[in-house]
């Protein structure tokens, strides 16, 4: 019997969220996700465009297929575990870590901004349907079952591959190649996997439980870990090659960017990957439970306006501290999500617009005790990224602040590139890569912010699925020609 | 999965030897790099100077001094495991003929890397001498411990003057400098002893490479916590360092960063100890 033609429904099935009183002293996930009732609701909302023309499939940089797993997902209203089995098998095909994304992806920006939805009312919560569907099947043993089906249909032993760094884009490469048939090594310079989703996103927007899970599931699909490896230090880029049949480096941007400017050397001046991998990755927010500490005052200042700018400010809020993000442009310039910018100002960060750091100034004890800026004005003009060009105004302003939080930007950390040489970076320190992903080393790929600077989960995701894809070829035809 | 220790042994009042399983590390270790050691689930991550890397076992010297020190010495045994050993990292320094090269150290993580460094450089030609120095006769290490097997000439220096030459390494440097028979000092140790090092050899123009001790977090260049001006640049003490030209530290503001956690370190240290007292271990 063919349904009734849905009425469309304009506002979206809201996501219950921890009240900002209770979340902003402890570290627990801020938004709660869906139930299924609620999750059915909102993927009734869905009006089913055909994959072929889906803009959201278009959005998705790993072009998972939305309409399909929002489809399964409302077939079996009766029954949850057979419905989220469905969509669950239907986003694996694209994406291996859905919990993840569902969590960390800006998708105001990807699937959910093109979305027909949109244009009549709230785009569907693309994002949020997907968390739902990958919780509700690891909370109810639904996994196991799937991650069986994916290994059975692959046909055995491919070839060997070594992934380098176990952040987004190597975790991605690893499953995809995994669910092909290759046994796939994934080497780890610190001591637990997920590069900056463990030590540089905090447990309120994705917890290290969940995490940990989605990894786990890498495991199960016969991916190796081994963690406390460096590759460029504690083995060779060389030595890979002659063990593996393709090596794909997925090391991201872990150099943080420094301002050049006096009192650097100031006592309590973190840059955000100190302070984020101290309380992500060592706990230092539960010291002295745990050993790593973390020394924080009762004003700190975070520089920066993007994704982890706001992960540390309302981290160092979590811990007691008043935050004031400080930005150099204006509001419509902040390069954060929009829903981490609305949980910032919920819980109290302040923001500074248009002040650029001339000067750290410090106490007696070589503590930081305020940073001096520069007022900017924005003029007309925009640059090559579409933002408005700012000038100083020769007007000075200092703030107080016992603490100050670096989030200007990283680059690609240049170990492995200065340990093999033959393997050619740009002047930015990323990698160069041919449309293949493939490095100046034939059988080396690479992916991620090794290649792109500074980008997303997502698009990081969307490289090592393509590398993924390139490293399949690359070694079939190889063995081919053999 | 952790890292087997496979000796451990007192070296003196205050520090131990320990050794621990780690092929992974041994395989590719240089003179002058460092690992990274965290002992159990809630401990921190620390850089560790390396004794020796051999048949798959690095050989540490650490001082009973802050939590993760403490908790190696009374809490894990030859046998147990450690959950994560890192490295090598760091670059390692250029082993190779400069004539007479001098060693000089005060403290545990020097002390290892005298030996290392002066094995290394005795090996390819080099006339080697070791300037130990340590606070009293109950800090000096048993002799096999020394540098002394690999050093032309050794000497071994006591803050207080209770066993060996009474004084401090720069005492006896300053007298084999005037004697004209040093090409080059490698050191570690005290921060402040290094910048008196600098110093001392500046004037004289001899090549002085010492290892920049520095508060560091995952010690591969993430993270910029050991962050040094070096001949007026930002400089990471894990990834250009840890060995470094001491004449272009900026040593003031190396000792003020070096002691950031100090009240936290103590906190931590005071809560163990007490932990410890009430177990009756201590």
């Known amino acids: 019997m063919a349904r009734a033609k849905p009425k469309l429904i304009k506002e979206r099935v809201p996501t219950p969220e921890v009240p900002v009183e209770e979340r902003v002293r402890s570290f627990v996930e801020v938004n709660l ?32 297929n939305i309409p399909g ?71 109810h043993g639904i ?85 406390d490896y460096i590759v460029g ?98 509001r419509e310039d902040m390069t954060a999500r929009i829903e981490e910018i609305q949980h910032a100002e919920e819980e109290g960060v302040k923001f500074e617009f248009f002040v650029n750091p001339v ?58 590139s200065e340990e093999a040489t033959g393997l050619k970076t740009n002047s930015d320190g990323t990698l160069v890569v041919d449309e293949n992903l493939m490095t100046s080393i034939p059988g080396v790929f690479a992916g991620g912010d090794a290649i792109r600077g500074e980008a997303t989960v997502i698009l990081a995701m969307g490289d090592g699925k393509k590398a993924a894809k390139a490293i399949h070829n690359y070694i079939q035809a190889k063995k081919a020609n053999a | 999965m952790g890292y087997k220790i496979t000796k451990k042994e007192n070296l003196s009042a205050i520090d131990f030897f320990m050794e621990v399983e780690a092929p992974h590390i041994a395989r590719s270790w240089k003179v002058g790099q460092f690992v990274v050691l965290i002992p159990d689930e809630k401990g921190e991550r620390v850089p560790m100077s390396v004794y020796y890397a051999d048949d798959g076992r690095i050989g540490m010297f650490l001082r009973r001094h802050g939590i993760t020190t403490f908790k190696l010495w009374y809490e894990f045994d030859v046998g147990d495991e450690i959950l994560s050993i890192t490295g090598p990292l760091g670059k390692p320094i250029d082993v190779k003929y400069y004539g007479n ?26 006339y080697t001498i070791a300037i130990q120095t340590f606070e009293n006769a109950a800090n000096v290490y048993p002799e ?39 090409d080059i000092v490698f050191g570690g140790g005290k921060l402040g002893s290094l910048k008196k090092l600098a110093e001392l050899t ?23 916590s050991c962050r040094v001006l070096y001949d007026g640049e930002i400089k990471f003490a894990c990834r250009d360092g840890p060995m470094m030209d001491a004449h272009k530290i900026d040593w003031d503001d190396a000792i003020k960063r070096n002691a950031r956690f100090a009240e936290q370190e103590k906190i931590a240290r005071e809560r163990y100890l007490a932990k410890l007292r009430e177990k009756g271990v201590i």
């Open chain 1, 143 to 227: 996994e196991e079952a799937l991650l069986r089906e994916f290994m059975g249909g692959n046909g055995g032993m491919k070839g060997k591959v070594a992934v380098v760094g176990s952040g987004p884009a190597g975790l991605t490469c690893a499953g995809e190649l995994a669910k092909m048939g290759y046994k796939v090594t994934i080497f780890e310079a610190l001591h637990k996997p997920g590069g900056v989703l463990i030590y540089g996103i905090p447990e309120f927007r994705l917890p290290k439980e969940i995490l940990e899970k989605e990894i786990a599931k890498l495991r199960e699909l016969g991916v190796e870990i081994k963690l």
């Open chain 1, 233 to 330: 230090k504690t083995v060779t880029l060389e030595e890979l090659l002659e063990e593996y049949d393709a090596v794909f480096i997925g090391t991201g941007a872990g150099t943080p960017k420094l301002l050049n400017i006096p009192g650097i050397l100031l006592d309590r001046i973190y840059t955000a990957n100190e302070f984020l991998t101290r309380i992500n990755l060592m706990k230092a927010y539960l010291f002295p439970e745990y050993d790593e500490p973390i020394a924080i005052g009762k004003k700190t200042i975070v520089i920066g306006a993007g994704n982890t700018a706001m992960d540390a400010a309302r981290s160092a809020l979590r811990l007691g501290t008043e935050v004031t993000i400080a930005y150099r442009r204006g």
């Open chain 2, 101 to 126: 090269v001098v060693f000089v150290s005060d403290a545990v993580c020097a002390q290892a890397e005298s030996y290392a460094t002066l094995k290394a450089m005795k090996e390819v030609g080099n």
């Open chain 1, 33 to 64: 996700g869906y139930d299924f009732a609620s999750a059915l609701k909102e993927a009734e909302r869905c009006i089913q465009c055909p994959p072929e023309y889906a803009p959201c499939i278009k959005g998705c940089p790993v072009h998972i």
């Open chain 1, 359 to 416: 000067e750290f100034i410090g106490d007696e004890n070589g503590k930081v005790k305020a940073v001096k800026f520069e007022k900017m004005r924005p003029l007309d003009e925009r640059d090559s990224r579409g933002k408005r060009k700012i000038v100083g105004t020769g007007e000075y302003i200092t703030l107080e602040a016992d603490t100050v939080i670096i989030a200007i930007g990283l680059e690609p950390n240049r170990i492995i």
């Open chain 2, 202 to 224: 500046r004037p004289y123009g001899i090549p002085t490479i010492v290892t920049v001790r520095q508060i560091m977090v995952d010690g591969t260049g993430m993270c910029g």
């Open chain 2, 144 to 182: 096999k411990y020394l540098a002394k097997p690999v050093a032309d000439e050794h000497y071994l220096t006591t803050e207080d003057g209770s066993v060996g030459i009474k004084g401090h390494y720069l005492d006896v440097l300053k007298e084999l400098i005037e004697k004209d028979k040093v």
């Open chain 1, 69 to 139: 797993f929002i489809r399964a997902l409302r077939e079996n209203p009766d029954n949850p575990d057979e419905a989220v089995k469905n969509a669950l098998r239907v986003i694996w095909n694209d994406n291996t870590l859905p919990a993840v994304t569902g969590r960390v992806c800006p998708q105001e920006e990807q699937c959910e901004a093109p979305c027909v939805m949109g244009k009549v009312g709230e785009p569907i919560n693309i994002g949020k349907l997907e968390r739902f569907v990958a919780d509700y099947a690891r909370k």
